[in-house]
């Protein structure tokens, strides 16, 4: 790492990217050169070329830990997404392989028993061994993923919960090595790739751990995990300066994080601005990028350009045909972004794509098209020739089970389906604007008034209905209280503060009275408690959202708002007078 590290640190960062275009003939595999080629193979990746990628990396991979992590990355990546049983069990196999590649370049014991060592000893056998942890704790965080979806008992899911936590005190270990060691390797550039890859984990350990409720971190704390929002997300920052192989990783998890974490287990204050500008320079760099377009999109789409986010996703569609797992993600958005519009014909078509194509969840993507079928004329779904009561019917026998457990957003799909179980169905009320409610769509929507208006004018029209029924059903109260819900929200969001706090009263007034949908309280005090802050009145603000935290359990996506307790009270404990 002597004159030629040298140069390649005299060069800029497009440079030092763009050299990896092409694949180099490695005639010896050493760290840097081992760094370079898997480089080559992200940028492959990042250019639709997924074959080509596993072709470059494949000759090293039981002999280089770093092709070792890149090839076993993206075939854990393509199982993660196909959900295929055959691809989930080919990275399995792999990546046990890849552990055992970079198990032959750690250290016999602990990093944290040899940090004199690797402080004292500066050598090319040093540089392999920080290398080493760093890749084997990213292996063993894709084997927990793996593990929690091969199997379906609690077993599987305690023994990912251990690699996990293998992994992040690995992390730990090489933050404390980083720390230590900065100012005696700064200037070498293996230094600098492995500062980049503690940045990654460091920081998305403490940002993923800092969304966790109260209760779950208090028992996390026990064994060990911690997470600092603020001190994850300057690693990330930091992590995407420069030209590590990581830099890219960095950038994609934050992108994560601004643009989905943010939305639907957060309180939706995702900072767009920066994810634009993290974006900006990955659009020159990767224009026909299938991952690089759906961030695109998926950007134009949070800030109401939903026209603009339709394109995105179809240019992505239309930009590999590989990997369809991508497409998938696509028509996920599509159909969201069509519902927003109240499009239903292009949401039902979308949704039908999903049910036909994707393995992810049957049950969401069947009773999505039955919920969109139910929002449209007898006309509309004749045309279709769907039989929305069978569908309905189907949901429950679609159930998935994830570590013994069922999924939460399915258990909910399969509770409110069961309306139609009877040989007299009772027709759900507004379901696909409730599951819109569900996946944070309301927080998109209100960056367009037109469409806002919109969505008020169909919720009106069901309110009017359900006041017109001259025979009520069981349901009747539930129903109510849900229009009355999504009414306030659409008021909220439209500024009309003091009629969407009627609407919200109206539910928690009708508690007694609900029989089924239990979940519309909890989640009503903390809309109510956001829309107090809106107001300036964190005091009031703070009472709604721990009593939506504390008095209630065992109702349909409780987890999912206690996440979103949790990050909407930690903003308005560090900025009370924030909007929502």
């Known amino acids: ?267 939706g204050e995702g900072n767009l601005a920066e994810a634009e500008a993290l974006l900006e320079p990955y659009r020159h760099k990767y224009p026909k990028g299938a991952i690089i377009q759906f961030y695109s999109a998926r950007l134009a789409a949070l800030r109401g350009h939903f026209e603009k986010a339709c394109a995105g996703y179809q240019e992505c569609v239309s930009s590999q045909q590989e990997w369809k797992q991508i497409h998938h993600l696509c028509y996920w958005e599509l159909m969201w972004t069509h519902t927003y519009q109240q499009d239903w014909l292009q949401a039902y078509r979308f949704a039908d794509l999903l049910c036909r194509e994707s393995r992810w969840s049957k049950a969401i993507y069947v009773y999505q098209k039955a919920a969109i079928l139910s929002m449209m004329s007898a006309e509309d779904v004749d045309k279709t020739g769907e039989d929305v009561v069978e569908l309905f019917r189907q949901v429950e026998a679609l159930k998935q089970r994830l570590a013994g457990k069922s999924i939460p957003t399915e258990k909910f799909a399969v509770r409110k389906s069961r309306r139609y179980k009877t040989s007299t169905p009772v027709p759900l009320v507004l379901p696909a604007l409730e599951m819109m409610y569900v996946w944070s769509g309301f927080t998109i929507v209100a960056k367009r008034v037109d469409c806002s208006e919109a969505l008020l004018v169909t919720i009106e029209a069901a309110e009017e209905q359900l006041r017109r029924d001259s025979q009520p059903s069981e349901f009747h109260v539930d129903d109510g209280c849900l229009v009355q819900m999504l009414k306030g929200l659409c008021l909220k969001h439209a500024g009309r503060l003091m009629q969407a706090e009627l609407c919200f009263t109206h539910v928690l007034s009708s508690e007694n009275r609900i029989r089924y949908d239990h979940y519309l309280v909890p989640f009503t005090l903390y809309e109510l408690a956001l829309l107090y802050r809106q107001q300036g009145d964190a005091a009031k603000a703070l009472a709604f959202m721990e009593k939506a935290k504390s008095n209630y359990k065992d109702y349909s996506m409780e987890s999912r708002l206690h996440f979103r307790i949790h990050a909407a009270l930690n903003s308005l404990r560090s900025s009370p007078a924030a909007s929502p």
């Open 1 to 267: 790492m002597d004159v030629t590290e040298e140069t390649a640190r005299a060069e800029d960062e497009d440079h030092f990217e763009d050299a990896y275009d092409r694949i180099p003939t490695a005639c010896r595999m050493d760290l840097q050169s081992a760094i370079q080629e898997t480089q080559c193979a992200l940028n492959l990746v990042l250019n639709n070329k997924f074959s080509e990628a596993l072709d470059l990396l494949k000759p090293w991979w039981r002999d280089s830990m770093y092709h070792a992590l890149g090839y076993s990355s993206i075939l854990v990546m393509q199982a993660a997404m196909t959900f295929e049983h055959k691809d989930i069990q080919i990275a399995m196999a792999t990546i046990k392989e890849a552990l055992h590649t970079c198990q032959r370049f750690r250290k016999k014991n602990s990093v944290v028993g040899s940090l004199s060592s690797l402080i004292s000893r500066q050598s090319n056998l040093q540089e392999e061994e920080m290398h080493a942890e760093l890749c084997y704790a990213e292996c063993l965080l894709q084997k927990a993923t793996l593990t929690f979806v091969q199997d379906e008992n609690m077993i599987s899911f305690i023994k990912g919960g251990i690699k996990i936590r293998s992994s992040h005190q690995i992390y730990k270990d090489c933050h404390n090595v980083l720390n230590v060691t900065h100012d005696l390797t700064s200037q070498s550039d293996s230094h600098r790739q492995f500062e980049g890859g503690v940045k990654l984990g460091i920081g998305s350990f403490n940002l993923m751990l800092s969304l966790l409720p109260q209760r779950i971190l208090r028992l996390l704390e026990f064994i060990g995990f911690s997470g600092n929002r603020e001190f994850g997300l300057s690693q990330l920052r930091e992590g995407t300066s420069g030209s590590t192989l990581r830099s890219i990783l960095c950038t994609l998890t934050l992108l994560f994080y601004h643009t989905y974490i943010t939305l639907v287990l957060g309180s």
